[in-house]
């Protein structure tokens, strides 16, 4: 089991940047593919990005393709994700999310584990 803890959130003016950090602890991070996801008020929780075990395979959604970049350092326990060009749109609660199977995927009911989330404002 591992547990997540976000934490880079803040309110930021468009066309800015931010990086959200997602340590890890308990079971090393490396053992899992690891996704970014949000939740803007009102709205189901959406797909942000996700990457493999060993950092190899990226999968972004449509929406922050070009803009959002996510990594991670298995040494380190931490996975994070750096958003530039920001938008009003990307306000949300974002989620750090761990999946066990060995599958690159946008699905919220693949992740076993959860982080608490950190809110993203941003405003024009």
């Known amino acids: 089991q591992v547990q997540l803890v976000e934490s880079g959130g803040e309110l930021v003016q468009a066309g800015g940047s931010l990086r959200l950090s997602c340590a890890a602890s308990?079971?090393?991070?490396?053992?899992?593919?690891m996704g970014w996801f949000r939740q803007a008020p009102g709205k189901k929780r959406e797909f942000v990005a996700a990457?493999?075990?060993?950092?190899?395979?990226?999968y972004y959604a449509d929406s922050v393709k070009g803009r959002f970049t996510i990594s991670r350092d298995n040494a380190k326990n931490t996975v994070d994700l750096r958003m530039n060009s920001l938008k009003p749109e990307d306000t949300a609660i974002y989620y750090c999310?761990?999946?066990?199977?060995?599958?690159?995927?946008?699905?919220?009911?693949?992740?076993?584990?959860w982080g608490q989330g950190t809110q993203v404002t941003v405003s024009s």
């Open positions: 999310a761990a999946n066990s199977r060995d599958i690159l995927s946008g699905i919220v009911n693949r992740y076993d584990y």
């Open positions: 308990g079971r090393t991070v490396s053992s899992y593919v």
């Open positions: 990457i493999r075990r060993n950092g190899t395979t990226t």
